[in-house]
């Protein structure tokens, strides 16, 4: 059986992605140029390439990737190179959980236990009271 706080991070999780499927893109930026890659494999053909600070429409994301809309165009590109504004459960409706240092979307604010990893497990049961 799940302790608590599993469980509790498992309802999260289903519940954004549901909230992700319903909600539709979110408005981001690429942090660094990258490309825009046709799937989410580094060894994919590159759509075109993606400037910094240029305007994304973010999908989803997972592990490594995000799913995004660039000018009409939809494709892949690098989690890293993707920022978005908003608190942790806003990114955690995109898939955007566990965000390292080396991500653009990493913050301070979003890591209120400086573990490096914001929007974790721990940091949203800290945003609910739970530890």
Do not use: F
């Amino acid at each position: 059986m799940l302790n608590d706080s599993r469980r509790l991070w498992r309802v999260c999780c289903l519940a954004s992605a549901l909230l992700c499927s319903q909600a539709g893109a979110a408005a981001g930026w690429a942090a660094m140029a990258t490309a825009l890659l046709a799937e989410p494999n580094a060894k994919a053909a590159a759509l075109r390439v993606v400037a910094a600070k240029e305007t994304l429409d973010i999908v989803q994301c997972h592990t490594l990737w995000c799913q995004v809309r660039v000018g009409g165009q939809l494709g892949w590109v690098n989690r890293a190179a993707v920022n978005v504004k908003g608190d942790c459960p806003a990114l955690l409706a995109l898939g955007l959980k566990d965000i390292r240092r080396n991500e653009a979307a990493y913050s301070a604010e979003r890591d209120p236990d400086h573990n490096g990893r914001a929007c974790d497990q721990r940091d949203l049961l800290n945003m609910l009271g739970r530890r």
